[in-house]
């Protein structure tokens, strides 16, 4: 059974530039395969990993998908119904 994922794409600049970000979902049950294959979808979908000076920067978001959207994980918790609220 794979995980999916949401990872956010940050592309910096030696001088600290920042280019706008990115966020990638994937598909892989070990995390270190999929960390690989978020840095292999960010370079495909950013022309900055060609340019010398800029490098990109993969980070895994505290996130969960339900029914097509991502919720942080007390909202998740919440429209499941896990919580103990009233």
């Known amino acids: 059974m794979?995980?999916?994922?949401?990872?956010?794409?940050?592309?910096?600049h030696v001088r600290g530039y920042n280019a706008p970000?990115?966020?990638?979902?994937t598909?892989?049950?070990?995390?270190c395969n999929a960390e690989a294959e978020a840095i292999n979808l960010a370079k495909q979908s950013s022309r900055f990993s060609e340019l010398p000076d800029w490098t990109i920067v993969v980070t895994q978001e505290n996130k969960q998908?339900?029914?097509?959207?991502?919720?942080?994980?007390?909202e998740?918790?919440?429209k499941k119904g896990d919580t103990d609220w009233e």
Do not use: A, C, T
Request: charged share 35%; net charge positive; no cysteine.
């Open 2 to 12: 794979s995980k999916i994922r949401l990872w956010r794409v940050d592309s910096n």
């Open 27 to 31: 598909e892989n049950e070990r995390l």
């Open 76 to 78: 998740y918790k919440h």
């Open 65 to 74: 998908k339900l029914n097509g959207k991502w919720y942080s994980s007390e």
């Open 21 to 25: 970000q990115m966020f990638i979902e």
